[in-house]
């Protein structure tokens, strides 16, 4: 039942966030620092978009997201949480980070800061291993941020682009509403 309080919650505030934030779909270069697609500068972000997320539930957090310019890693695991647990245990960042390595959905060697945008890379690659998609062959064989990405593309839970980009939090919840929408419902 309470799974789908939050399926239910995540669509209303897709719904939401896609109506309220149409820039979101002209912004998709991820270009934040002016070095490119490729830039790998850090995002300055105010006081409140750095807010602590582990009290919040993941009706919260995403009503959260949806208002925010960029959705952060820290976000964006506590997201995953939910999305494979239920709750999200981590007080945390770090172990936020640790209980998803612990499942195998977080490569123990990714460096990931708290208070950065969510790449569509590190979102994809996170949600590939949660529901435990093979993939193609590169993805079997190579893996990796950018075959997680291509496969979250093809499988629908992403839109095209680059594994580079960063994500709105609007996008950040649109996409883990339409994958807990598709877990339900193919039982992932």
Same mark, same amino acid.
Do not use: E
């Given at each position: 039942m309470k799974t789908l309080i939050y399926i239910f919650w995540? *669509?209303? $505030?897709?719904?939401?966030?896609?109506?309220?934030?149409? !820039?979101?779909? /002209?912004?998709?270069? *991820?270009? $934040?620092?002016?070095?490119?697609?490729?830039?790998?500068? !850090?995002?300055? /972000?105010n006081r409140d978009e750095k807010a602590g997320v582990a009290e919040d539930g993941s009706a919260e957090l995403a009503f959260k997201l949806a208002f925010k310019e960029w959705g952060t890693n820290a976000e964006a695991c506590s997201m995953m949480l939910y999305l494979v647990e239920g709750e999200d245990r981590g007080e945390t960042f770090e172990q936020k980070q640790q209980l998803l390595q612990s499942k195998g959905i977080l490569p123990g060697n990714l460096e990931l800061s708290a208070d950065e945008p969510v790449r569509k890379g590190t979102l994809a690659l996170m949600l590939c291993r949660a529901l435990d998609i093979k993939g193609g062959l590169f993805m079997h064989l190579?893996?990796?941020?950018?075959?997680?990405?291509r496969e979250a593309v093809y499988l629908e839970f992403m839109q095209g682009g680059s594994e580079r980009e960063y994500l709105t939090g609007p996008e950040v919840v649109d996409i883990m509403g339409r994958v807990a929408r598709m877990k339900h419902e193919e039982n992932f």
């Open positions: 995540f *669509g209303v $505030l897709v719904i939401f966030a896609v109506g309220c934030n149409q !820039s979101a779909q /002209m912004n998709r270069a *991820g270009d $934040l620092t002016g070095k490119g697609a490729a830039g790998s500068g !850090s995002v300055a /972000m190579v893996g990796g941020s950018r075959y997680a990405y």
